[in-house]
C-alpha cells in the first residue's frame, strides 16, 4: 500500500518490536510495560479498551504513516474475529473519502480489515460502501448533531451473493460513524450488518 519494494525488504529485515513504542517484544504485539496499559474490551464490538498502549498503536498507524502495523494490529483483529465466531460473507472497512485518503496515502480500516478477511475466508471489499462526502470535524458535536452531519456521508453497493457483512474499523468512539454506515449498507440490500473494531473508546 504506497510502499516500495525497498520498504517491503526493510519491514521484513526489522525485527518486530512493540507496536506502540519500538521496543523488543518477542513478537507479541506490546513489550511488557506497553502491555500493562492496554485493557481488553469486553464485549464483540472491539478487541482493545481504547486508551495507554493502543491509543499510542493507532495513532502511529494512522498518523505517523506507520502502515507495518495495520497487518500486526489486523493480525490479532483477525484473531478476535475467528473467536468471536463471526459469520459474514465479505469484509467491508469504513472507507475514508477519496481526498483524505489520497492526504493519507492509506486507509488504515483497510490495513486492519485485510487480515481479518483473509483469516475469515471472505473477500475483502473495498468498493461496496464508499464515502461520499469528507467527515466533518466531530468533536465538539452532541450525538445528535453527529449523526445528522453524517448523514448521507456513504454509499453503498448492492451485493446479493454477500448479504452479511463485517465492517471493521479502527476505533469506536460514539458509535455514529458505523450506524451511518450500516445504514447505507441495509439500504443498498444487505442482510446482516456486524461491527468489528480495533479499539472502544468508552
Ligand atoms: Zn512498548
Redesign the pocket.
Known amino acids: 500500500m504506497g510502499s516500495t519494494i525497498l520498504d517491503s525488504i526493510l519491514e521484513l529485515l526489522a525485527p518486530l518490536?512493540?507496536?506502540?513504542?519500538?521496543?523488543p517484544?518477542e513478537g507479541a504485539l506490546?513489550?511488557?510495560?506497553?502491555?500493562a496499559t492496554t485493557q481488553m474490551h469486553d464485549g464483540p464490538l472491539g478487541l482493545y479498551e481504547y486508551g495507554g498502549?493502543v491509543a499510542?498503536a493507532i495513532k502511529r498507524l494512522k498518523y505517523e504513516g506507520r502502515t507495518d502495523l495495520g497487518a500486526r494490529l489486523g493480525a490479532e483483529l483477525a484473531e478476535a474475529a475467528l473467536r468471536l465466531g463471526r459469520r459474514v460473507d465479505v469484509v467491508v472497512p469504513v472507507p475514508m473519502h477519496p481526498l483524505r485518503r489520497k492526504e493519507r496515502g492509506y486507509n488504515q480500516s483497510a490495513l486492519l480489515a485485510h487480515p481479518v478477511a483473509k483469516r475469515l475466508g471472505v473477500p475483502l471489499d473495498l468498493s461496496r460502501l464508499r464515502r461520499v462526502r469528507p467527515a466533518p470535524p466531530q468533536a465538539e458535536l452532541s450525538q445528535f448533531e453527529r449523526r445528522r452531519n453524517l448523514e448521507g456521508a456513504f454509499e453503498a453497493r448492492p451485493d446479493r451473493a454477500r448479504p452479511r457483512v463485517l465492517l471493521v474499523d479502527d476505533v469506536c468512539t460514539t458509535g455514529t460513524t458505523l450506524s451511518v454506515a450500516e445504514d447505507a449498507l441495509y439500504a443498498a440490500g444487505a442482510e446482516r450488518v456486524e461491527r468489528l473494531v480495533f479499539a472502544v473508546a468508552t
Open positions: 518490536g512493540c507496536a506502540a513504542c519500538d521496543a517484544s506490546f513489550c511488557n510495560t506497553c502491555e498502549a499510542d
